[in-house]
């Protein structure tokens, strides 16, 4: 059974941090890349990173670069979400989901066949 399960979410003030997790299991973790997307209420979804667990490489859009960092522990078939100097417009459900890399490593949730459950990070001004 496929799962991924994210954890890290929760409160925080703007200018602070948080980490994201996200837990994989079921598929064979190297063949395939991890994003995380957000969803804002009344919003679409929107790609923020995705990383390869293959050969590491990773994306960004461009709202969170060098504010966000992914980066991935494939013994533990684990991808984090460091991220810090949050604003109140970062607030959403962040998901991660699994892109099977013979797609190519892209930051489009049509491409992503495996979803996570979601979890909510607020940040408050």
């Known amino acids: 059974e496929v799962q991924l399960v994210e954890s890290g979410g929760g409160l925080v003030q703007v200018g602070g941090s948080l980490s994201l997790s996200c837990a994989a299991s079921?598929?064979?973790?190297?063949?395939?890349?991890i994003g995380w997307f957000r969803q804002a209420p009344g919003k679409e979804r929107e790609g923020v990173s995705c990383i390869s667990s293959s050969d590491g490489s990773t994306h960004y859009a461009d709202s969170v670069k060098g504010r966000f960092n992914i980066s991935s522990d494939n013994a533990k078939n684990t991808v984090y979400l460091q991220m810090n100097n949050l604003k109140p417009e970062d607030t959403a459900v962040y998901y991660c989901?699994?892109?099977?890399?013979?797609?190519?490593?892209?930051?489009?949730?049509?491409?992503?066949?495996?979803w996570g459950q979601g979890t909510q990070v607020t940040v408050s001004s």
């Open positions: 079921g598929f064979i973790f190297n063949d395939y890349g």
């Open positions: 989901a699994a892109e099977w890399l013979g797609y190519g490593l892209q930051l489009l949730p049509p491409l992503y066949t495996y």
